[in-house]
């Protein structure tokens, strides 16, 4: 069974910084691209970022870009988020997705998201 | 960016009927179009790829179809687990983005 298992979701101060953490197990990890997507409290959906199954291409939503990195270790079958300088509207549910295939495209299997609280 | 739109923002059904989801591009997107299934408190699922490849597992009550700018979303006959929020992603052009949602809840 796929499982995805987010951590690292905290109450941190705006202008601060945090790092969220996925750890996939079920599949063979490096044979997926990865992605993180996010939900504000009552709210839609929100594409994040999304890597490739060798990190070799990369893409960030226009909200986060030069603020987020996305980065993944294969060996520890894992994904992460660091965010740097956030804002109160990044405050959501940030869920770790796994692809459908190498390459970016399709959302396939989601975790249960890690909160992300921004307040003074 | 594209910019998805989804209507009706919230559609009200029977059990047992049809339903009846649109979203619309705002450039073609071409076949590169997904729909999700949220309930309250769970994580989004997959229902829909590549507009109308069912994901592994969904019911052949849904059904995807469309191209370039116009989707729909069919529920042939709506269960009482098919009551949530509904929404596309396109990931033709990147970022992907998605529609606001639709919210299908019992009439």
């Known amino acids: 069974e796929v499982q995805l298992v987010e951590s690292g979701g905290d109450l941190v101060q705006p202008g601060r910084s945090l790092r969220l953490s996925c750890v996939a197990s079920?599949?063979?990890?490096?044979?997926?691209?990865m992605y993180w997507v996010r939900q504000a409290p009552g709210k839609g959906l929100e594409w994040v970022s999304g890597?490739?199954?060798?990190?070799?291409?990369?893409v960030y939503a226009h909200s986060v870009r030069g603020r987020f990195t996305i980065s993944r270790d294969n060996a520890k079958k894992s994904l992460y988020l660091q965010m740097n300088s956030l804002r109160a509207d990044d405050m959501a549910l940030y869920y770790c997705?796994?692809?459908?295939?190498?390459?970016?495209?399709?959302?396939?299997?989601w975790g249960q998201g890690t909160t992300v609280t921004v307040s003074s | 960016e594209i910019v998805m739109t989804q209507s009706p923002a919230t559609l009200s059904v029977s059990p047992g009927e049809g339903a009846t989801l649109s979203c619309r591009a705002s450039?073609?997107?071409?076949?590169?179009l997904a729909w999700y299934q949220q309930k309250p408190g769970q994580a989004p699922r997959l229902l829909i790829y590549?507009?109308?490849t069912r994901a592994t597992g969904i019911p052949a009550r849904f059904s995807g179809s469309g191209s370039g700018t116009e989707f729909t979303l069919t529920i042939s006959s709506l269960q009482s687990e098919d009551f949530a929020v509904y929404y596309c992603?396109?990931?033709?052009?990147?970022?992907?983005?998605f529609g606001p949602g639709t919210k299908v809840d019992i009439k």
């Open positions: 997705v796994k692809g459908i295939g190498q390459y970016l495209g399709t959302l396939d299997v």
């Open positions: 890597i490739t199954w060798n990190s070799n291409s990369i």
């Open positions: 992603h396109q990931y033709n052009n990147w970022p992907g983005t």
């Open positions: 450039q073609s997107v071409t076949s590169n």
């Open positions: 590549g507009t109308s």
């Open positions: 079920g599949f063979t990890f490096d044979d997926y691209a």
